[in-house]
């Protein structure tokens, strides 16, 4: 359950993220003692991500920014049709891509930006520093507010953070929607669609 503040009125919603009773899907790579199998579960079985073919998943492949955007448009259950070519983008890399709308939605909401002025670099993968700044940045644009029920105590490569990173990884970490490896973090490591399952999870329960 999630709680979003519009002005003064707070809706609670439920049945938007309701799991639908269907039967799960299941991955060939995926086996029930995976790490991150009930967070796959429910994102595939929520339809915000696929497989990649052949019955995977794929859970240690790098997610790219075009397939990053897609997963968080689909969380967001946007309109894509209110994100047509018309919507601005100084992005000319993007143009007829399966990922278009997204990439315009997010950008016109503040959540992400290229990698230089004018280029998205969708097949670039994404860090996972990166990650969670976007996804903050999304949790505040949708004034989603992030629990914190756990204590944060600087990674051994703390200093390897980007600064601009830093906050977005407490709150995340603080919300238990990120967690490091051992004591390291490896922010500029590329996200794995496991990571990305984990993190999106909760924000669909």
Not at 169 to 183: C, D, E, K, S
């Amino acid at each position: 359950m999630k709680k979003f503040i519009l002005g003064s009125l707070v809706i609670i919603m439920f049945a938007m993220f309701t799991v639908p009773i269907a039967e799960a899907v299941s991955f060939n790579d995926v086996p029930s003692n995976h790490w991150a199998k009930k967070y796959i579960d429910l994102v595939s079985n929520k339809g915000v991500m696929n497989g990649t073919g052949g019955g995977n998943f794929s859970p240690d492949a790098a997610i790219n920014r075009g397939d990053f955007v897609t997963v968080l448009g689909a969380v967001a259950g946007i309109d894509t049709s209110l994100y047509g070519s018309s919507v601005y983008t100084p992005f000319t890399d993007i143009s007829g891509k399966y990922y278009a709308t997204r990439v315009r939605w997010a950008y016109s909401k503040g959540i992400i930006l290229g990698t230089s002025p004018t280029i998205f670099s969708a097949d670039t993968t994404i860090t996972r520093e990166n990650v969670c700044v976007v996804i903050d940045r999304y949790c505040n644009q949708s004034n989603i507010t992030l629990t914190s029920n756990k204590t944060y105590v600087n990674f051994t490569d703390q200093s390897s953070i980007s600064s601009h990173a830093v906050e977005a990884i407490r709150r995340l970490f603080m919300a238990g929607m990120v967690v490091g490896n051992g004591n390291n973090f490896r922010p500029h490591s590329p996200a794995t669609r496991a990571e990305l399952a984990a993190m999106i999870y909760h924000l669909l329960v």
